[in-house]
């Protein structure tokens, strides 16, 4: 709790009295201040027994204190220890591994072979793998070091070329990875520490197949790192198979979203999300914010609706070129992009200083994700908000996530978009409450009075209002005719979830259960 305290109190400090008290740049040196607050604080990283040059480069990246999960995690480590680290969202479990594998690594071992690397890092997509190397060059600064990120969606040829001289820390996509296996670029035979980053979703089903042949090419004998924000039962199940003897690291409730975030959903019909987005956008002047959306389809429409109203924006989806996506996260990080539309692809693990705001324009099918996706604000001690927009037929993506979150979220209608079809009642157990039916009406027709028959065949009129403009700059947007849903990839409502009354599980299948999978896997 203490050191918990000690850490937000340097990150506040740190964004209060920004880069004129030279907090906020942070390639700059440390001040003498930095130092005294170090020193004053329960716990240093000098302390956990990291040496002069790795403790040289967290100060210049104006660290004061450790996190929980690394106070925790670099002994560990350091001490050729496997672990299993659970922490939430934006707590630094990325220096939890690395600061104490880059002193292993400078401390124990022969020099790297030809073809080989020494630790292997692996990430679900491509842009986790650029910053978990960025991570790594940072805290690796000095250090007579080879460092390479391999992935898929750009040519292989420069990763071979890089890969002759053997790297001490490969961070590589599984896809790649293999094929690189494959074409001799890269033995894993000396390989000493396996670190899977977003450890969860590496052993899901999604990855199953080439993380199987990873293992196969992988030494026994070897350290084996997991650090993750979520981990469901069958997925520490399964951990306990490839990990000896681990120090198990939980440092928050399992699953806990990160304390600092406000959330709550909106409920709407699902028609209606575009227009009550933009009415969202608009009327609360949001600037800055990472809007998540299902379908690639989905993305591309929201962007152009956003474009089309004079935002700054870019999108991230696996449709897309790899050089436009790392594009597009680089100019969403650098301000030049204000929002950035992205499918689950940009969920989990990237790190984007001081972003405010998450909009789930669609609840994740997997409850996991919303964890990850709202965990791109309210990172290292920050606040944040993450707003979702909820139709009918997502009521048991919501109760899945509220039973893993352990919380039943806070809900609001937003006047003019007050759902036709109703979202069920949630409650944190997972389950749907459903209201009792109305009883059926007679059948015998009965003439209803002429001012009602009338009324019925209205549209709604406050909706009414609000859609013209809207409906039109979308349409201009999309090329379309100005038919208010016209191709719009939320027209459709699907019938209601059977699942009325029953707990949903809401856990994503770990690899070697039978499952429906989830998307295709980055390469
Ligand atoms: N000890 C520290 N003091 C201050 N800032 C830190 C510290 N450790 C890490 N950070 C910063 O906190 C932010 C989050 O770190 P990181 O990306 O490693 O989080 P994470 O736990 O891996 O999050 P996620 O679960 O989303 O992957 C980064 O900007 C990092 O530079
Ligand atoms: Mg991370």
């Known amino acids: 709790m203490r050191i918990q305290a000690a850490w937000y109190f340097s990150i506040r400090l740190k964004r209060r009295f920004g880069a004129a008290n030279g907090f906020c740049n942070s390639r700059d040196k440390a001040p003498a201040r930095i130092a005294a607050l170090a020193w004053n604080t329960p716990m240093s990283f000098a302390l956990l027994g990291l040496i002069d040059p790795l403790l ?27 672990v299993m680290a659970a922490a939430q969202t934006g707590t630094g479990k990325t220096a939890g591994f690395a600061l104490p594998l880059l002193q292993r690594l400078v401390q124990h071992g022969p020099a790297v072979s030809s073809n080989r690397a020494r630790v292997l890092v692996l990430v679900p997509t491509r842009e986790l793998a650029e910053q978990v190397l960025q991570s790594f060059i940072d805290y690796g600064k000095g250090l007579d070091l080879r460092f390479l990120a ?19 820390v490969l961070v590589a996509t599984p896809g790649r990875l293999l094929d690189l296996n ?13 670190v899977l980053d977003e450890a969860d979703r590496m052993l899901d089903l999604g990855f199953a197949r080439e993380l199987n042949a990873v293992f196969a090419a992988l030494p026994v004998r070897r350290q084996t790192l997991l650090f993750s924000a979520t981990f469901t039962d069958d997925i520490r199940a399964m951990a306990a198979g490839i990990l000896r003897d681990p120090v198990n690291i939980s440092v928050s409730p399992p699953n806990a979203t990160a304390s600092k975030i406000r959330q709550w959903v909106v409920t709407v019909d699902k028609k209606n999300k575009p227009d009550l987005f933009m009415h969202l956008v608009a009327g609360n002047n949001w600037r800055h914010a990472l809007v998540f959306v299902k379908t690639r389809n989905g993305v591309d429409y929201l ?51 001081d972003l405010p705001l998450v909009i789930n324009v669609d609840l994740p099918i997997v409850a996991q994700d919303y964890v990850h996706r709202i965990g791109r604000t309210g990172r290292a001690g920050a ?41 069920p009642q949630t409650s944190a157990t997972g389950e749907i409450i459903r209201k009792p039916k109305k009883p059926k009406k007679s059948k015998v027709p009965q003439a209803a009075p002429r001012e009602m028959q009338v009324l019925s065949k209205k549209p709604h ?13 979308r349409a201009v947007a999309v090329g379309k005719d100005t038919s208010p849903v016209s191709g719009s990839p939320f027209s459709v409502q699907k019938p209601r979830s059977k699942a009325a009354g029953k707990p949903v599980a809401g856990s994503r299948k770990p690899a070697g259960k039978p499952a429906g999978g989830r998307g295709k896997r980055q390469s």
């Open 182 to 194: 494959r074409q001799n670029a890269v033995q894993l035979d000396q390989v000493q520490t396996l």
């Open 150 to 168: 391999a992935y898929g969606g750009v040519s292989i040829n420069p990763q071979m070329m890089k890969l002759r001289k053997g790297v001490d």
């Open 461 to 473: 009129p406050q909706r009414g209002e609000n859609k013209p403009k809207l409906a039109a700059q």
């Open 303 to 353: 962007a152009a609706m956003l474009d089309a109203a004079g935002y700054a924006v870019d999108t991230i989806h696996g449709d897309k070129p790899q050089p436009a996506r790392l594009r597009a996260l680089e100019r969403f990080k650098t301000g030049e992009v204000q929002m950035l539309v992205a499918t689950d692809v940009a969920a989990r693990g990237l790190d984007i200083d």
């Open 383 to 423: 606040s944040g908000v993450a707003v979702s927009l909820v139709c009918a037929d997502e009521a048991p993506q919501l109760a899945a996530i509220e039973a893993l979150i352990r919380q039943t979220l806070r809900r609001e209608e937003e006047p003019g978009f007050e759902a036709e079809h109703r979202v």
């Open 56 to 82: 040289r480069n967290v100060q210049d990246l104006n660290y004061q204190t450790p996190t929980p999960v690394q106070v925790k995690a670099i002994p560990a480590v350091l001490g050729g220890r496997d």
